[in-house]
């Protein structure tokens, strides 16, 4: 099986900074896009921003200029950088992946297990 671990969540003060990353690792073939995602209380869950096997990137509008995906393709690893970070930006983090693996014929997509991030006023 497959297994995706984020660290790097915490408490921050607004307009200050966090760097998450999110490690895979199993029988893995290879990993197509990569991505996080966020849930605040009472919300559904949102794509902040992906990344593409080629480095392709997409942000959802709320975190452009602010926050930066990037992944290491040899550690199976996506890191999100987030600068200048708002109370707003208050949530659970999840990563996300689609991965092939050994024996398996197919991309399954997988998720941590979630990492809280607060940014206090």
Known sequence: QVQLVESGGGLVQAEGSLRLSCAASGNIVSINSM????QAPGKQRDMVASITSSRW????DSVKGRFTISRDNAKNTVY???NSLKPEDTAVYYCNAEI???G???IGRYWGQGTQVTVSS
């Not at 991505?35 to 966020?38: E, M, N, S």
């Open 35 to 38: 991505g996080w995602y966020r």
């Open 57 to 60: 990137t997409n942000y959802a």
């Open 80 to 82: 999100l950088e987030m």
């Open 104 to 106: 398996s014929g197919y």
């Open 100 to 102: 092939l693996l050994y």
